[in-house]
């Protein structure tokens, strides 16, 4: 089971950080996502880390503002957000992946097999 949080009401320019925990003991053998969905709009790629954090991959629209980060020994994905902006609004999800490849595949819904409920980041101008 995944379990977001931090998601809020903020300003454009302010900064959110998106947590993600499981009691899943094997957490380290997970790629781990963050996908988020508009209103209105298909969910999509945010960003994901590979098992032990050597890679990370971001769609382009949030590089250099949204950092992705996990800590094995405590079952926790993290998303920092820098510089939100309106556009950014959408629900978050997490997510994680049981196949190890590191590939573009991270990017694809389809190949996460476990999904957290999501959590609400609504971006204000």
């Known amino acids: 089971q995944l379990v977001e949080s931090g998601g809020g009401l903020v300003q454009a320019g302010d900064s959110l950080r998106l947590s993600c925990a499981t009691s899943?003991?094997?957490?380290?053998?997970?790629?781990m996502g963050w996908f988020r969905q508009a209103p209105g709009k298909e969910r999509e790629f945010v960003a994901a880390?590979?098992?032990?954090?050597?890679?990370?991959d971001y769609v382009d629209s949030v590089k250099g503002r949204f950092t992705i980060s996990r800590d094995n020994a405590n079952n926790t994905v993290w998303l920092q957000m820098n510089s939100l902006k309106p556009e950014d609004t959408a629900i978050y999800y997490c997510?994680?992946?049981?196949?190890?490849?590191?590939?573009?595949?991270?990017?694809?819904?389809?190949?996460?097999?476990?999904w957290g409920q999501g959590t609400l980041v609504t971006v204000s101008s």
């Open positions: 997510a994680a992946r049981t196949r190890v490849t590191w590939s573009s595949g991270v990017r694809r819904e389809g190949e996460y097999d476990y």
């Open positions: 880390i590979s098992r032990w954090g050597a890679g990370t």
């Open positions: 899943e003991r094997t957490f380290s053998s997970y790629v």
